[in-house]
């Protein structure tokens, strides 16, 4: 199994910027790509940004966060620098560990990210 708790979360107003952190314990050689998804009232949970074992990173389709989020990972800890925030950034964010070893995700527990304007 694998435990992952996010921190980083909160309230900042418009143009600034957070920094999410996640961190991977318990199975650790089980996880490949480490990452981050968003889900915010109403709406379903989309990516926001991946990173590979090997650093690769995969950014949303969107314009939505690329040039503003920057993804980066630590051996077993993947951060979020999110800067620029706007108030459509205003979401639970969810850390996300992929198993290398199975088809199968693991989750965080959230935290909250609220943007006011």
């Known amino acids: 199994q694998v435990q992952l708790v996010e921190s980083g979360g909160g309230l900042v107003q418009a143009g600034g910027s957070l920094r999410l952190s996640c961190a991977a314990s318990g199975s650790i050689f089980s996880i490949s790509a480490m990452g981050w998804y968003r889900q915010a009232p109403g709406k379903q949970r989309e990516l926001v940004a991946t990173i590979s074992s090997g650093g690769r990173t995969n950014y949303a389709d969107s314009d939505s966060v690329k040039g503003r989020f920057t993804i980066s990972r630590d051996k077993n800890t993947v951060h979020l620098q999110m800067n620029s925030l706007k108030p459509e950034d205003t979401a639970v964010y969810y850390c996300?560990?992929?198993?290398?070893?199975?088809?199968?995700?693991?989750w965080g527990q959230g935290t909250q990210v609220t943007v006011s304007s």
């Open positions: 996300n560990a992929k198993s290398r070893v199975v088809d199968y995700d693991y």
